[in-house]
């Protein structure tokens, strides 16, 4: 049986070329689904399943913007 992948939130932004700000709001507002967990032992923080990245979209508007904040 496979593992699961998880990203954290910095990867899971990077992923989907949005904001780290952007993930934690889709992940409060219930459009992202994730996990709290250990992320790097003995810290803990929102586990994003490699489904949950797949199945999650964002607006070309908004990826842009993250595109301008972080990759650009």
Avoid: C
């Avoid at 899971?12 to 219930?30: D, E, P, T, W, Y």
């Avoid at 607006?59 to 842009?64: P, R």
């Amino acid at each position: 049986m496979k593992a699961k992948r998880y990203y954290t939130i910095t990867k899971a932004a990077r992923k989907l070329k949005i904001s780290r700000a952007a993930v934690h709001r889709a992940i409060k507002q219930n459009r992202l689904e994730a996990d709290w967990g250990p992320v790097s032992p003995p810290l803990e923080g929102w586990q994003i399943s490699e489904k949950a990245i797949r199945y999650y979209r964002v607006s070309s508007f908004h990826q842009s913007i993250g595109k301008k904040l972080q990759y650009g």
